[in-house]
């Protein structure tokens, strides 16, 4: 559990220690495409964080491809609209898979490199026994909300925190291309 505990409080600092640097600025954290063009990401993450300690857990870790489309409906304010699938390995081994639909706003806080993004979609893999373990399960499929904090570590490059309801978090890297 202290290992657990020292490898997130290494990557909260990292992102803290990211965050305060005046490394990043708006020149670097533009896209080199045009404002308006679409682009792809591929997603990792190769660590998630359980508020709760679980035999039962096994080691997590997904692989997810998103289109990003910058622009977005005006009653969302956002500045990007996206979509996407994930398909990882669960909390219990199982294969899963999130098929989403969102939405992210750039420039939190006024800094250029922060990010917010919401999605929401359908995911699948909790099956019995685990089937009580996300809420409105039915066959394993339920509905899933995830919101994530982003850093842009560079034009192409960038990590993310997200919120798996009240189960933990999950740690990911995204590279456009």
Known sequence: MKSKIRRVSASIA???IMWLSPGVNAQDAAPENSANDPYWKIQIAPFALHWSRSSEHKHVYLLGIERDQPGAPSWTAADETLWGLSVFRNS??????YAYFGYRWNHLF???ALSLSLTGGLLYGYRKPYENKVPFNHNGFSPGIIPTIGYRLTQKDSVQV???GTAGLVFMYDRRF
């Open 14 to 16: 990292g992102l803290l």
């Open 92 to 97: 219990f081994g199982q294969t899963s898979a």
């Open 110 to 112: 006024g800094h250029p």
């Open 162 to 164: 997200g919120a798996l």
